[in-house]
């Protein structure tokens, strides 16, 4: 089996946790590990994943190599393994574009060679270094940069996994374009492995499986990285509570009182992530159920599950002459797909297109 070469527009927290957990895959190619949902996808292990190149924009990362770079301010995610073939793979510089608007711009300073990036150069890198997918992790709400980066894989031939809720995988646009081209593209909105809305939406499938009707419900989300400070100017998060209703709607959620997403940046929390849900329901006789969540779990690492899954189903997309959205994987990794699914359907559709 060949590898994926995998380039990272974002080399933040949830790259530098990915790029960890292909180094422990590819230390141990055989070895199960932990939170790894599928062992192969398509016939390609985690070990097969290269990390051939990362952009961003931030000066404390551009020039520098990946395994210099994820020890950035910045950075709040744990560091669990050494990078292994991968920690010399080079940070470029990006456009700035609006990637630095609202909060991120007190605490990141761009880099001058990012001021002088192009769209064209983004382009050209991806086919130097003969990138098969690129992932695209950058600031909720980066609209003019998430877009720049899907044009320029386009332009490129390389599969786009959207990571933010940037609408382009539900934008009937920009998925002709790219299955015009013969281009996967994935999306919208990583999930996390075992996150708020995986854990949310499978408790709404499972109280109206029994018959229970629905009332209300709420996700409220807090954390401390930068994801979550980005999150904190309302500007940035608007998409981010979209998606999350897309997912609850297709969760079974229908003329339901409810409200999830991101509601506060708290420092002292790092990477961890706080989930507290509820949701409320008759029953019996008019009966009421309750149910109160706290959810905990560190961010970054929860996303890195999911990438695993994602950069190799795009692969195998493509290696089966797909193109433009993909319907079979997606409900499983992502809040907002083009069609959405209950989580136990979604799981048996993913498991089904990488078997």
């Known amino acids: 089996m060949t590898s994926i070469r995998v380039a990272l527009a974002g080399a933040g927290n949830c790259a530098w946790s990915f790029t960890q957990f292909v180094a422990l895959a590819q230390a141990d190619p055989d070895t199960r590990l932990p939170g790894l949902m599928c062992h192969t996808v398509g016939g390609y292990r985690l070990a097969d994943v290269r990390v051939v190149a990362a952009f961003d924009v931030d000066a404390a990362k551009v020039g520098r190599p990946l395994a210099e770079a994820f020890t950035a301010p910045a950075i709040a995610a744990t560091a669990f393994t050494e990078l292994g073939d991968d920690r010399n793979a080079p940070v470029l510089p990006a456009p700035v574009l609006d990637g630095l608007t609202g909060p991120l711009g007190s605490v990141v300073e761009p880099a001058t060679a990012a001021h002088d990036a192009t769209p064209e150069d983004v382009a050209k890198a991806l086919v130097e270094h003969d990138v098969d997918v690129l992932v695209i992790a950058l600031p909720t709400g980066a609209s003019q940069a998430i877009r720049m980066f899907a044009d320029a894989a386009l332009a490129a031939g390389a599969a786009v996994v959207n990571c933010t809720p940037e609408e382009l995988a539900r934008d009937e646009d920009v998925t002709r374009r790219f299955a015009d081209a013969g281009v996967v593209l994935l999306g919208d909105d990583l999930r996390s492995h075992l996150g708020a809305t995986c854990l949310h939406t ?154």
């Open 202 to 355: 499978a408790l709404i499938e499972l109280m109206l499986s029994r018959g229970l009707e629905l009332t209300s419900t709420y996700q409220l989300n807090v954390g401390g990285n930068t994801d979550f400070l980005n999150l904190a100017d309302a500007g940035r998060s608007a998409s981010k509570f979209t998606s999350k209703a897309n997912a609850l709607r297709a969760a079974g959620m229908t003329d339901v009182d409810g409200v999830a997403g991101p509601t506060g940046f708290i420092g002292h929390l790092g990477d961890s992530k706080v989930c507290f849900a509820n949701v409320r329901a008759k029953s019996v006789l008019g009966s009421e159920v309750r149910i109160d969540i706290k959810l905990t779990v560190e961010d970054s690492p929860n996303a890195a599950g999911v990438i695993a899954n994602a950069v190799r189903a795009a692969k195998t997309a493509t290696d089966r002459g797909l193109s433009g959205k993909v319907h079979a994987p997606s409900p499983l990794l992502f809040k907002s797909p083009p069609r959405g699914l209950p989580e136990s359907e979604a799981r048996a559709a993913f498991l089904g297109f990488a078997s």
